[in-house]
């Protein structure tokens, strides 16, 4: 029963992120499916693309009923993300569990500390700023290649792109940046069938308990600060990140 309701409170955990801040699923999701349920790294990395795929397709839909997604910009991202996540989903293979997790820690710091210093929009424009397809593209198969490669959607990448590059508001970043992540982990996820097996009455509790999370961080998304949200979300990120180095960095010595 301990086991169940720990479950049920990170899903609900994770799905809140989602929809919130438009990422955080993965970042949450490969620690406490390796440090409190006890998968492996490669297991983990399979069951977070699966878990954060269906969340995300969950607070897109949510998102959309308030008419904070843009379609074509997501697509333009998702699109070129699903060809380098697939590609890349074999390459974790080739690396040691600790290895992988010192890596996440490090892309977890990296963006922490951006999360913290960049700056923020003087305004959120209603009419986005026409992309550049290179630029769209260059974009979309960076975030792909962490994500085979890690298991992070890259919302946490993607929703800065999406304000800074396109000139999206934060709040409709937020809903289209889902959209891009369910393209990006579904691509992952079918990478990396046939390696580890899933648990998948792991994956269907969390994607309950994430249905509700997903629904409450989508309509709590309009009604907070969305500067002061991020900044907290990166301490987070950065304490979390830290935990994680020091947990496995003398492994590598």
Known sequence: MEALLLNLGLGFGIGASLGLLGGGGSILTVPALVYLVGQSPQAAITTSLAIV???????????????????????????????????????????????????????????GALLIVRRQPAQDARQPVELAAWKAVLSGAGVGLLTGILGVGGGFLIVPALVMLVGLPFHQAVGTSLVIIAMNSLAGFLGHLGGAPLDVAIIAIFVLAGLAGTFAGARLAKRLHPGHLRRAFAIFVIALAIFLLYDNLPKLV
């Open 53 to 111: 795929g269906a969340n995300s397709l969950l607070g897109a839909f949510f998102h959309r009923m308030q008419g904070s997604l843009n379609w074509r910009v997501a697509l333009v991202f998702g699109g070129a993300g699903m060809v380098f996540s697939y590609l890349s989903a074999g390459l974790s293979k080739l690396f040691s569990p600790t290895l992988l997790l010192v890596a996440f820690a490090a892309l977890m710091l990296a963006v």
